[in-house]
């Protein structure tokens, strides 16, 4: 089966920019996550998506950043107006229900300079 | 709050030896744990889950124990290879609808030849 697919994989924007991110989750899978992986740390979670619905952006910081998923299918994560802080790669998920392994993308690493 | 520790500095084992990596939780009641591998640039495979009423789980040289009491998850890899070597993290999930993974910083293991 093929993976979960993110693009682009490298983006480097100065502060205040927007930047977008967009991931293609495993075939059939309902659940779709976005993570943030800081430099040195493990991943965290910034909102996860059941089909077309949120299910939780408790981490979200919502004043700039934004994600849907149209369709219940793919997913875009938007930074609007991006700060240094926001350096990371972003990870991309997608699971088949509760309790089941993730599936992983490779990231996209974001540099914000 | 939530916290799990994991060993924050690098695992050197010798090529053959059993390497045991530990993963400790405070305020949480996991429904179950995984564990994951991450390479550098890529994104985090996983390896293992464990679900709160199981003691023990294998899979080929892997072992992961999980003590509910003690909060506390091991992680053993037996004949231990240079190829083992990668960052390993250990996820906790609460279950239910919202079942989004909180991450480790994760174990820089290294096997020497």
């Known amino acids: 089966e093929a993976g979960v697919a993110q693009s682009p994989r490298y983006k480097i924007i100065e502060k205040r920019q927007s930047v977008a991110f967009w991931c293609n989750p495993i075939?059939?899978?309902?659940?779709l996550y976005w993570y943030q992986q800081i430099l040195g740390q493990g991943p965290k979670l910034l909102i996860q998506?059941?089909?077309?619905?949120?299910?939780?952006d408790s981490q979200l910081p919502k004043d700039r950043f934004s994600a849907e998923r149209l369709k219940g299918v793919d997913s875009t994560l938007k930074i609007q107006p991006a700060k240094l802080e926001d350096s990371a790669v972003y990870l991309c998920?997608?699971?088949?229900?509760?309790?089941?392994?993730?599936?992983f993308g490779n990231g996209t690493r974001l540099t914000v300079t | 709050s939530q916290k799990i520790e994991q060993n924050s500095e690098a695992l050197n084992i010798q090529e053959g030896k059993t390497a045991t990596l530990t993963c400790n939780y405070t305020?949480?009641?996991?429904?179950?744990l995984q564990w994951y591998r991450q390479d550098p640039g890529r994104g985090p495979v996983f390896l293992l889950l464990?679900?709160?009423?199981?003691k023990e789980k294998r899979k080929e040289r892997l072992k992961v124990t999980f003590d509910t009491t003690l909060k506390q998850s091991l992680f053993h890899i037996t004949a231990s290879q240079p190829a083992d070597s990668a960052t390993y993290l250990c996820?906790?999930?609460?279950?239910?609808?919202?079942?989004?993974?909180?991450f480790g910083k994760g174990t820089h293991l290294i096997i020497q030849p």
């Open positions: 998920a997608s699971s088949l229900q509760g309790y089941s392994p993730l599936h």
């Open positions: 075939s059939g899978h309902a659940t």
């Open positions: 996820a906790l999930g609460a279950g239910g609808g919202a079942d989004g993974l909180t």
């Open positions: 305020n949480y009641s996991p429904a179950y």
């Open positions: 998506f059941q089909n077309n619905g949120v299910v939780d």
């Open positions: 464990i679900r709160e009423n199981e």
